[in-house]
């Protein structure tokens, strides 16, 4: 079959450059199925995150004929979860059990880096902050968590070394940011006004983008990990293991989608609650020396194997291959 790939950010073609994804079309491939641009009449559609423009780009009014991959949370794409929508798609992915017992669908789990630090910092040598690292990001849509970070960040701006890019770019640029999103993505009857909290904040313990995430996360003792949404778990939880650190993490419940207790400390979407565990993880080595152990287990696990993005982009694409061949 012939198989249009959209990219995640619309309705352009994917641009496959190199692991890891270059597996998910080597698989796609393996099963006899060529990978086509959107615009030549596919057979098929597969969709990172909803696109109306995609489908009618691809000339597809079939439903069996298209398939969705879901990455960004409500906040950020509120079509990936429009049941109208939905109802018109052949097969949809999500990488959250959350997600799935919502909407059915099928799971997936997010793909996860594994590669650790090249050389590790010693634990008790490294800065005695939290390291941030994400980007400034605006929304307007019910649940963004974007305004929540950059209220941690200024209540807490002694405790945290932040990472990332559109920090510090002033009110001009942070007003015209998200007016854009307002505009593009939102009617003002849904808007959440907290999403404009912060606009202009400025931060002495900004650093800039980082061009390691995981060796610039294994100079500090501790992470803060606030999630998109605290109904799936990304690439940030995973990243802060991997690098060695004691995560505060505030998202989804763990358990919940898959993963295992104790390999951060959880912690509830308030400011008074982070403040009293990043004080808690300071003051106490013997939690913060359980909580290594544990992600130290876990990413030697076999559940996390199953995790490990290649791996999880192949099973990905052999599934999205089985259910083509059975249409």
Same mark, same amino acid.
């Given at each position: ?10 309705? *352009?073609?994917? *641009? #496959?450059?190199?692991?890891? =994804? ?23 559609? %597969?969709?990172?995150?909803?696109? *109306? ?27 990936? $979860? &429009? ?10 992915? #999500?990488?959250?059990?959350? =997600?799935? +017992? ?12 594994? @590669? ?6 010693? =634990? @008790? ?18 649940? +963004? ?21 559109? =920090? ?52 500090? /003792? $501790?992470?803060?990990?606030? +999630? ?9 939880? %995973? ?32 400011? &008074? ?32 194997? @199953?995790? /490990? ?19």
């Amino acid at each position: 079959m012939r198989i249009a790939i959209t990219a995640q950010e619309g309705t *352009k073609d994917f *641009k #496959f450059a190199g692991a890891p =994804w270059d597996v998910f079309k080597s698989t796609l491939e393996g099963f006899g199925h060529a990978v086509v641009p959107i615009d030549s009449n596919p057979d098929f559609l %597969i969709m990172n995150n909803f696109s *109306k423009n995609a489908r009618r780009k691809s000339g597809l009014s079939n439903k069996r004929n298209q398939i969705l991959i879901v990455w960004e949370p409500p906040s950020n794409k509120p079509q990936n $979860f &429009d049941v109208k929508s939905l109802s018109r798609i052949g097969c949809v992915y #999500f990488p959250s059990p959350i =997600w799935v +017992e919502k909407y059915g669908g099928r799971f997936f789990w997010w793909p996860q880096g594994y @590669e650790g630090p090249q050389k590790e910092i010693p =634990w @008790e040598k490294r800065v005695n902050q939290f390291c941030f690292i994400q980007a400034n990001r605006w929304s307007v849509y019910p649940g +963004e968590r974007y305004s929540f970070r950059r209220n941690v960040l200024r209540s807490m701006n002694s405790e945290i070394e932040i990472f990332g890019s559109r =920090w510090n770019e002033g009110i001009i640029r942070d007003a015209l940011r998200i007016l854009r999103v307002s505009m593009i993505r939102s009617n003002w009857a849904r808007v959440s006004w907290s999403g404009f909290n912060g606009l202009g904040s400025l931060f002495s313990n900004y650093h800039g983008v980082t061009e390691n995430k995981i060796e610039t996360l294994n100079k500090h /003792k $501790f992470s803060l990990v606030i +999630e998109n949404s605290n109904e799936y778990v990304s690439e940030k939880l %995973i990243d802060a293991i991997l690098a060695k650190t004691v995560p505060l993490y505030i998202g989804a419940k763990l358990e919940k989608c898959g993963f295992p207790p104790g390999i951060a400390l959880e912690c509830d979407a308030q400011i &008074d609650s982070v403040a009293e565990a990043m004080m808690t993880l300071k003051e106490n080595s013997k939690l913060c020396s359980t909580i290594l152990n544990n992600g130290e287990k876990f990413i030697k696990s076999k559940a996390f194997m @199953e995790m /490990k993005n290649e791996l999880v982009l192949r099973t990905l694409a052999t599934d999205i291959s089985e259910y083509i061949n059975a249409q």
